[in-house]
C-alpha cells in the first residue's frame, strides 16, 4: 500500500465529492454511495482506470457545484465495489497520493477534475522519530483504559515503521472533525501532522479516563434502583466536560414555542415541561409523555384563525348553491354575519369575532340536509369545518379527555378537532346529539354543558392539557333527529331549529338541481347522455321512497344512472378499436328516462296508495303522528265484538298516553251519544277492540284521539270513514280537539299517501304557514274545534234521495 512517487496519474479524473468524511493516503476506506453525481463518478471510475479524486464538500448541497470542493483532495483507487437495491453502491477504496485540483468542471451529471499530484517527501528526523514513539505510547494507553479497542492495533501501530503512513492510519481511525482532518491532509509539515494526530489521541484518552472516573465514582453507591440517577449524573457529566449544558431539544422546543406565539400563560406551562424534559434521560418511561403533552400544546392552533367572509349576499349566494329551501336556516346565519359586519364597521377589531347567543341545533328528520347544511355553512363564512361525531358516545372523557395520570392518555374530541382544524375559529358539526348514551365513565351531555354555553367555553378545561382553551370563537352546530332524549340543560343553551321533511316540488327541484347531476357524475355520465323528465322523479318519489329526506330518492336515482352507464358502457365496448377505453360515441344518442320507463329500472312499485282500500270498511280511520323520520300515516281501527261484558280491548304496541286517549275517546262518546247519533249503551251489547296496525312498532302520543274517536263512531254508525280525509289532535272528555305538533311533518305525510282533506285543531292553524305553497294550495284544511266537526267532515250523513 505505499505511495510510489514515481507513478504517474491521469490529468483529469472523475471528482467524488464527500460530506463529513476523509480518505486519507496509504489507507483502505468503505464508502456508501448513493447521490446521483458521486455514483456517476464512480461509473465513469469503473468504465475507465478505476481512479477518483476524492475532495471535501464545503456545504451540504444535494448536488455540489464545483465551486463547493475544497481543492486538496486525494487520488484513490476503487479496490472494490457493490451494488445496493436502493439504486447506490458501497465501494472500497485505496488512497494513493494527496492532489491539487487546479479546476473543477461539470461533465453532464458528473464532477471532473483537473489535477496535479502532491507527493509527500520527508526528512526522519530526532523530533519525527520522538512523535512515532510518543503515539505508541499513546495507543498502551489507551487500550488500557478500556476495553473497546482491539488488541490487534497495538501490534499494527508497532509494526508501521512509515511516520506518514502512521499519520493517516490513526487519522481515519479517531474521532476527529472533517475540518480537522482536512488540515491534516492539506499541512506539509510531517510534524505538524504527527502532533495533531498526538493530541487528538491524547483528548480521547482523557474522555475515556473520564469516562471511567464517572463509572467507578457511581459504582460505588449504585444499586438497581439508582441505575436511572447514575445514568442522568453520567450524561450530565459528559455534557458539562463538552460543554452542551442544555440539550439541543430543548432548544428546538423553545423555538417551536416562539414561533407558535403562544399565549403567556400556555407559554409559562411549556416551558415548564421543558425544564423537566431537560432533567430527564430519554429512557425514562415519563420523559415520552412529557414529550407527547408538549406536542399536544403545540398542536393546538392558539393564535391562528380565518378571516371571516362578512358579507352577508354573498353568503346567502353559497347556501343556495347548496341547498334548496331551509330558508330559516340560512336567514340565521345571515343575521349573524350582518350583526359581526356592523360591529367589525363600529370599530371593533379585526379578526374572527366571538360568537354571542345561543348555539345552532338542526332538528330534523334523516336525510333532510342537516349535516351537508353545517359545511355549506362554513363555506359561506370561509371557515374550517370538523364533524364531531357523538353517536353512541357514553363516556365524559371523549369530550374532555382523559387525565394525564393515565398511560395512555389523550386530550378529548374537542381538543382533538381543534387540532384538525387548524383555527380556533372552525364550524364544529356536534352530529346526534340526541344519540349520546349515560355510561358508568359519566355523561357525555353534562360534560357538553360547559363546551356549549358562550358564558364559560371562553375558559374549557380539558383534563388532559389542564390549561383553559378558547372556544367562544367557534360556531357550534348540532345535530338531532328528535330533542326527547336531549339533556334539558342542553336544550336550554342551544337555538333550535326545525328542518321538517319535503313536499313532492321540494324533492323534485333538489332531485334537479342537485341529486341527478351528483349521480350523473359519479357514474361517468353527462347531462348530454341522459336526462330525466319530471313526472320520471315524480314517479320515483311517488312509488319507491317514501319518505322525508332525500336520502332514499338519491339511491333510487342511483341506481337508474347505473343501470344506464351499464348499458353506455356495454354499447360502447362494440367500438373498442376505435375507442381503446369502451368510452360511448360522442355522437350517440342521449338516453331519456320516463315516467313509464322508471318500473323498468327499478322494478314493481315499493308504495301503493292504500289509503282507500284501508279505509273502505266502517270502524277505520286514518291518521297521521310524527315520527323521527318525519311523519307517516297511521291506521286505526276499530271493532265491535258480540259479549257486552264493558271490555276495551287496546293492542298495538300503545304506550299510556295513547291508551289513555283511547279511554277518554270511549268515555266522551258514551256520554255525548245522542249527539253522535250513536247507542249509548253499546258497551252492555259489545266488548269495544281498538287495534293499530304495525304492531311491532312502538306508539305513543295524544294526537291519534280524534282518529280513535272517529273510528269507533264510524264502527258504531257501521258507516265508512271517507277515504281522502286524514285527521290529528288531541280529545278531551268534554269533546273538544286540542292542538298538537309537527303539523308539517303530518301534512307532508298525508300529501304523500294522496290524502286530499286534513282536519286538523284550529288552534294549529298558524303552523301552515311553514308549508310549502303547493301543500297548502292541494289539499283542503279543515279546522275543527270538537268531535262533532271532525265527524262533520269524516263521516258525512248521505244526502236524502228526491
Known amino acids: 500500500m505505499a505511495s510510489d512517487p514515481a507513478r504517474t496519474y491521469p490529468s483529469e479524473l472523475p471528482v467524488l465529492p464527500l460530506r463529513e468524511t476523509i480518505v486519507f493516503p496509504l489507507t483502505l476506506q468503505p464508502l456508501a454511495i448513493s447521490r446521483p453525481v458521486s455514483v456517476e463518478s464512480v461509473n465513469r471510475a469503473l468504465a475507465g482506470d478505476r481512479l477518483l479524486f476524492l475532495a471535501l464538500q464545503h456545504s451540504d448541497r444535494e448536488d455540489p457545484e464545483p465551486d463547493d470542493l475544497r481543492h486538496i483532495g486525494t487520488i484513490a483507487a476503487i479496490r472494490q465495489m ?23 468542471t461539470r461533465s453532464q451529471l458528473a464532477l471532473r477534475a483537473t489535477v496535479a499530484p502532491l507527493p509527500e517527501t520527508f526528512e526522519r528526523t530526532i523530533e519525527v522519530d520522538a512523535y512515532v514513539r510518543r503515539l505508541q505510547e499513546l495507543i498502551d494507553r489507551a487500550l488500557a483504559v478500556t476495553s473497546g ?39 506539509n509539515d510531517l510534524t505538524t ?7 487528538a489521541l491524547n483528548r480521547e484518552i482523557a474522555l475515556l479516563e473520564l469516562k471511567g472516573k464517572i463509572e467507578s465514582a457511581a459504582q460505588q453507591e449504585m444499586s438497581d434502583a439508582q441505575r436511572q440517577y447514575f445514568l442522568r449524573q453520567q450524561l450530565k457529566a459528559i455534557q458539562d466536560e463538552l460543554g452542551e449544558g442544555e440539550k439541543p431539544e430543548g432548544q428546538e422546543l423553545r423555538k417551536r414555542f416562539a414561533e407558535a406565539k403562544l399565549p403567556e400563560s400556555v407559554a409559562a406551562i411549556a416551558n415548564r415541561e421543558v425544564d423537566r424534559l431537560e432533567r ?13 403533552y408538549i406536542d399536544w400544546i403545540l398542536d393546538i392552533p392558539w393564535s391562528s384563525m380565518t378571516e371571516d367572509r362578512l358579507d352577508p349576499v354573498a353568503a346567502r349566494e353559497v347556501l343556495d348553491q347548496d341547498h334548496y329551501d331551509l330558508d330559516k336556516v340560512k336567514e340565521r346565519i345571515v343575521e349573524y354575519l350582518a350583526v359581526q359586519k356592523l360591529k367589525r364597521g363600529t370599530g ?25 347544511l353545517g359545511q355549506s355553512i362554513a363555506r359561506a363564512m370561509n371557515r374550517k369545518f370538523v364533524r364531531i361525531s357523538l353517536g353512541g358516545v357514553r363516556d365524559e372523557a371523549d369530550i374532555r379527555g382523559h387525565r394525564r ?54 375558559s374549557f378545561r380539558d383534563h388532559y392539557l389542564e390549561i383553559n382553551v378558547d372556544l367562544s370563537r367557534v360556531l357550534f352546530i348540532a345535530t338531532a333527529n328528535q330533542l326527547g332524549t336531549v339533556h334539558p340543560a342542553l336544550l336550554d343553551r342551544m337555538e333550535i331549529i326545525s328542518l321538517a321533511g319535503y313536499s313532492e316540488e321540494e324533492k323534485l327541484h333538489i332531485a334537479r338541481r342537485y341529486l341527478i347531476p351528483r349521480q350523473l357524475e359519479e357514474h361517468g355520465l353527462t347531462r348530454e347522455m341522459v336526462t330525466f323528465d319530471d313526472d320520471a322523479v315524480r314517479r320515483v318519489i311517488s312509488y319507491y321512497t ?14 337508474i344512472t347505473r343501470k344506464i352507464a351499464a348499458r353506455v358502457a356495454t354499447d360502447g365496448a362494440g367500438g373498442a378499436a376505435d375507442h381503446p377505453e369502451g368510452a360511448p360515441h360522442a355522437n350517440q344518442t342521449p338516453i331519456a328516462v320516463r315516467a313509464d320507463d322508471v318500473q323498468g329500472f327499478l322494478g314493481p312499485p315499493r308504495f301503493h296508495d292504500e289509503v282507500s282500500f284501508r279505509t273502505s270498511r266502517p270502524g277505520v280511520a286514518t291518521g297521521v303522528a310524527w315520527t ?55 258497551l252492555d251489547k259489545y266488548d269495544l277492540h281498538v287495534h293499530v296496525p304495525a304492531g311491532a312498532i312502538p306508539k305513543d302520543g295524544p294526537s291519534a284521539g280524534v282518529t280513535i274517536a272517529t273510528a269507533i263512531v264510524s264502527a258504531l254508525r257501521n258507516q265508512p270513514v271517507r277515504e281522502d280525509v286524514a285527521m290529528t289532535g288531541e280529545i278531551t272528555l268534554t269533546g273538544l280537539v286540542l292542538p298538537v305538533g309537527g303539523i308539517r311533518e303530518k301534512a307532508l305525510a298525508a300529501r304523500r299517501h294522496g290524502v286530499k282533506t286534513f282536519i286538523l285543531p284550529a288552534r294549529n292553524l298558524p303552523d301552515l304557514i311553514e308549508l310549502p305553497a303547493e301543500v297548502r294550495n292541494g289539499m283542503n284544511f279543515v279546522p275543527v274545534e270538537t268531535l262533532i266537526d271532525v265527524l262533520r267532515v269524516a263521516l258525512p250523513q248521505p244526502t236524502p234521495a228526491t
Do not use: W
Open 628 to 682: 323521527e323520520t318525519g311523519g307517516d300515516v297511521l291506521f286505526i281501527e276499530a271493532s265491535l265484538l258480540p259479549g257486552g261484558h264493558h271490555n276495551l280491548i287496546l293492542t298495538g304496541q300503545l304506550g299510556n298516553v295513547m291508551q289513555e286517549s283511547a279511554r277518554a275517546a270511549v268515555s266522551h262518546i258514551r256520554a255525548q251519544a245522542k249527539e253522535l247519533e250513536v247507542s249509548p249503551d253499546f
Open 546 to 559: 317514501r319518505e322525508a329526506g332525500v336520502r332514499s330518492l338519491e339511491r333510487q336515482i342511483g341506481a
Open 280 to 292: 430527564m434521560t430519554p429512557a425514562s418511561p415519563e420523559y415520552q409523555m412529557i414529550r407527547t
Open 149 to 187: 479497542l482491539s488488541q490487534e492495533l497495538r501490534g499494527l501501530v508497532m509494526g508501521i515503521d512509515d511516520p506518514l503512513r502512521l499519520v493517516y492510519l490513526l487519522a481515519s481511525l479517531l474521532d476527529i472533525k472533517a475540518e480537522e482532518k482536512q488540515r491534516i491532509l492539506e499541512s
Open 193 to 199: 501532522k504527527l502532533k495533531v494526530v498526538a493530541d
Open 405 to 458: 395520570t393515565y398511560i395512555g392518555a389523550f386530550p378529548g374530541r374537542i381538543v382533538q378537532a381543534l387540532k384538525q382544524a387548524g383555527a380556533m375559529n372552525p364550524v364544529f358539526m356536534l352530529d346526534e346529539i340526541d344519540k349520546i348514551s349515560v355510561g358508568f365513565q359519566g355523561d357525555p351531555a353534562s360534560a357538553l354543558l360547559e363546551v356549549l354555553d358562550p358564558a364559560q367555553n371562553h
Open 82 to 104: 457493490a451494488k445496493v437495491p436502493n439504486g447506490g453502491v458501497h465501494v472500497i477504496v485505496e488512497g494513493l497520493t494527496r492532489a491539487n485540483a487546479e479546476t473543477v
Open 348 to 372: 371593533s377589531p379585526a379578526g374572527a369575532v366571538s360568537l354571542k347567543g345561543p348555539i345552532l341545533c338542526f332538528v330534523g328528520a334523516p336525510g333532510v340536509g342537516k349535516t351537508s
